[in-house]
């Protein structure tokens, strides 16, 4: 399966700052998603960018809040803007992989604290 | 958009012992449904996986049961393991209404503690 590096793995933020994750994965993909978890939560998707278009942001996600990058096949960016502690959780990249079947794998994620 | 109910919220069990967790969901057309693992610090793995044409699948001390009438599926943990203490979800994939991408959607999520 596809192997997704996640960076940074954690930060500690203050408020009002903006923190960009950055997702790198071993092969070309088409579609990547980010979500997020709050603790002790589930996993709630924020928004699947594709590359060469514009994201597309779930209910309660704006482009504002969590822009998102995705200048290649294999690489994507989500910013956390103006940072609260309600935006204290953990951010997953994920990927739809071509190679498996039950093709979705994920990243070790990024726990963001905000302070 | 789709519901996903799991439960129980938590399950603790004794080593050894079966470990139980359902799933229902609400739309039929999906091509598959996964459970998820999840160790604290780590992002989700896949766990095990069953297609809709067949009624149960076994990948080692782990089983899916599906019932399509019913629209639920559960995860059967066999021998269960201190080491499989983790919390796990299941996950329904499909085309969401805010977009064309196929996506998952998560259920709560079950912590299991296997005591030793």
């Known amino acids: 399966s596809a192997v997704i590096s996640q960076k940074p793995s954690r930060d500690i933020c203050q408020r009002g700052t903006s923190l960009t994750i950055q997702c790198q994965v071993d092969?070309?993909?088409?579609?990547m998603f980010w979500y997020r978890q709050q603790p002790g939560q589930s996993l709630t998707l924020i928004a699947t960018?594709?590359?060469?278009?514009?994201?597309?942001?779930e209910s309660g996600f704006v482009i504002d809040k969590f822009p998102i990058s995705r200048p290649n096949l294999t690489f994507s960016t989500l910013t956390v803007s103006n940072m609260s502690p309600e935006d204290s959780s953990i951010y997953l990249c994920?990927?739809?992989?071509?190679?498996?079947?039950?093709?979705?794998?994920f990243g070790s994620g990024t726990r963001l604290t905000v302070v | 958009q789709q519901q996903v109910k799991q439960s129980p919220q938590s399950l603790i069990v004794q080593k050894g012992g079966i470990s139980i967790i359902n799933c229902a969901y609400e739309?039929?057309?999906?091509?598959?449904f996964p459970w998820y693992q999840q160790f604290p610090g780590k992002g989700p793995a896949l766990l095990i996986a069953?297609?809709?044409?067949?009624s149960e699948k076994k990948e080692g001390r782990f089983t899916i049961s599906f019932n399509k009438s019913a629209k639920q599926f559960s995860l059967h943990i066999m021998d269960s393991q201190p080491g499989d203490s983790a919390t796990y979800f299941c996950?329904?994939?499909?085309?969401?209404?805010?977009?064309?991408?196929?996506?998952?959607?998560f259920g709560s999520g079950t912590q299991l503690t296997v005591l030793p």
């Open positions: 069953i297609r809709p044409d067949v």
């Open positions: 092969s070309q993909v088409t579609m």
């Open positions: 994920s990927v739809l992989d071509p190679r498996s079947f039950y093709g979705y794998t």
């Open positions: 960018a594709n590359q060469g278009s514009e994201a597309t942001y």
């Open positions: 739309n039929t057309a999906f091509d598959y």
């Open positions: 996950a329904v994939p499909g085309y969401r209404s805010s977009g064309s991408a196929r996506q998952l959607t």
